[in-house]
């Protein structure tokens, strides 16, 4: 005799994954490819400290791009301690060279002011003293470079760190045509940057001296990195008249 099919039960639909909160949700910026997550991601600071800091994901083939497309362009590093001096010199280059002046905390204070979510995360590392995102550096900085018609830049304070460098030269596939490094003491900068009044968050004496402890683990290693290269040359700053 025949026997009788086994009747199964159906099979209930696959459950969605749960969405615990809209933050979670990642929003696009279809400008960038750079996709921003609300939640909060382990990141090492620049003092080798673990900070809590919005999430920064970025698209393989997208973020990692050189926007400069054809653009040829001839780029110097400009390298020094917090009140070394760099901006003030800079001028001097851009006069007398023909030179084009970025500087990357310029850029960055101005995304801050544009009260973007991407500001808000600078503003805070700025305030800690930390390092900021590669990613978000480097992508203003190309921006200006295309903005701007001239084919020479000075980029004041940035590469600040060894991630940075190399993120930097794999985005842009730039190697700068030398680094300046304005080499001051200490004591002479603090007096500068206390000294200055220009109501800038980051220029009070706890943050002053975590910068200058930022400068000597992250940013010496890459003037040596430089150096062993032979393409930097060093500029002995001594006093305010310098």
């Known amino acids: 005799t025949d026997r009788p099919t086994p009747q199964h039960a159906p099979r209930a639909p696959p459950t969605p994954p749960c969405d615990p909160s809209p933050w979670s949700r990642r929003r696009a910026d279809p400008s960038t490819g750079i996709r921003f997550g609300a939640q909060l991601v382990r990141r090492r600071g620049a003092m080798g400290t673990v900070v809590d800091a919005p999430a920064v994901v970025t698209e393989k083939e997208v973020v990692a791009e050189n926007m400069l497309g054809d ?16 901006g003030t ?7 007398h060279f023909g030179f084009t002046h970025l500087s990357a905390g310029d850029l960055l204070r101005a995304e801050i002011k544009s009260g973007s979510e991407n500001g808000t995360m600078i503003e805070n590392m700025i305030k800690e003293g930390k390092i900021v995102p590669s990613e978000v550096t480097i992508k203003l900085l190309q921006q200006a470079m295309i903005k701007n018609e001239n084919d020479k830049f000075l980029i004041d304070g940035f590469p600040r760190n060894e991630e940075n460098r190399a993120a930097f030269e794999n985005v842009t596939k730039i190697s700068p045509a030398f680094v300046l490094f304005f080499n001051c ?22 943050t002053i001296r975590k910068r200058f402890k930022v400068f000597v683990e992250s940013s010496l290693p890459v003037i040596e990195y430089y150096d062993a290269k032979d393409k930097v040359k060093k500029v002995l700053l001594h006093s305010h008249n310098d």
């Open 185 to 206: 003491s200490e004591e002479e900068m603090e007096r500068r940057l206390l000294g200055r009044n220009e109501g800038r968050v980051d220029d009070n004496i706890e």
């Open 89 to 95: 010199q800079c001028s001097n280059i851009v006069e």
């Open 71 to 86: 653009k040829k362009v001839t780029v110097v590093f400009v390298l020094g301690g917090p009140g070394s001096g760099k």
